[in-house]
């Protein structure tokens, strides 16, 4: 992250804990820490990150437990479903995707609670958002540029190219210092920020990846497995 960003969210920290009457040499000094953060020094593998698990067949499993596929869309309706309390946040983002917003937003909180991951695609025309779209989770890959720093970038994977696109606010960084590093990556970097998007990740944290989110519902795999063996078992035995 660069140091403009850095100062960008500890701004929004500060104002959100403090509101807008903190004083301006505490501001400084947040400020300070944020251009002053190092890079943590543990080092990292470069290159593309291999996911945890198959993100398809995570995606297919809502399709074989009907709790399961009913837990999921229970939260994804509690997540985006409601929509927005202010009608022009709403009517705004419409004007992003032909289909509308919450398609889009409810997609992407399907993707999270199923497999941890959800990602939205954000397209820029002269650095005014034009447009936002949905990116199924297995086509995304993280891509590390640096084994010190740690930063990164995406790759998308459709059926014939890999896409470069940029985290959420740096496409001037890999425009600029990153040029370089990224060209050796097996894919073209465009030449205009235009032709670059950018992604939102929305990821559930967890310790069994640094790159991905993984779901809360795995240990349960087990037990679901379980479930659909029985089933199956019955299936068979009053088939015959």
């Not at 929004?12 to 944020?34: D, H, N, P, Y």
């Not at 067949?57 to 927005?84: M, P, Q, W, Y």
């Not at 999270?112 to 650095?127: D, M, P």
């Not at 790759?155 to 470069?164: A, C, H, M, Y």
Request: proline share 4%; charged share 25%; glycine share 8%.
């Amino acid at each position: 992250m660069s140091n403009e960003n850095r100062i960008a969210v500890a701004t929004r920290v500060e104002k959100s804990l403090f509101g807008e009457t903190l004083e301006k040499a505490t501001l400084a000094e947040i400020r300070k820490v944020a251009e002053d953060i190092e890079p943590s020094r543990q080092g990292v593998n470069t290159g593309h990150r291999r996911h945890p698990f198959d993100m398809r067949k995570v995606a297919d499993f809502k399709t074989i437990n009907t709790h399961h596929s009913s837990c999921l869309e229970s939260k994804r309706d509690a997540t985006t479903g409601l929509g927005f309390v202010n009608d022009a946040t709403t009517d705004a983002l419409d004007e992003l995707n032909p289909e509308g917003c919450l398609p889009i937003l409810n997609t992407a909180a399907d993707n999270y609670w199923g497999s941890g991951n959800g990602y939205l695609e954000v397209v820029r025309r002269g650095g005014v958002i034009k447009g936002l779209y949905e990116i199924p989770p297995h086509q995304v890959k993280v891509y590390v540029e640096s084994d010190l720093t740690k930063d990164y970038h995406y790759r998308v994977l459709g059926e014939k190219t890999e896409k470069i696109m940029a985290r959420f606010g740096e496409t001037q960084r890999l425009l600029g210092e990153s040029r370089n590093v990224i060209s050796t990556g097996g894919a073209t970097l465009p030449e205009s920020a235009d032709e670059i998007s950018e992604i939102i990740h929305f990821k559930r944290p967890s310790t069994l990846s640094r790159w991905y989110g993984v779901p809360d519902w795995l240990s349960a795999v087990p037990c679901v497995e379980l479930v659909r063996a029985e089933l199956q078992h019955n299936y068979d035995f009053f088939n015959n």
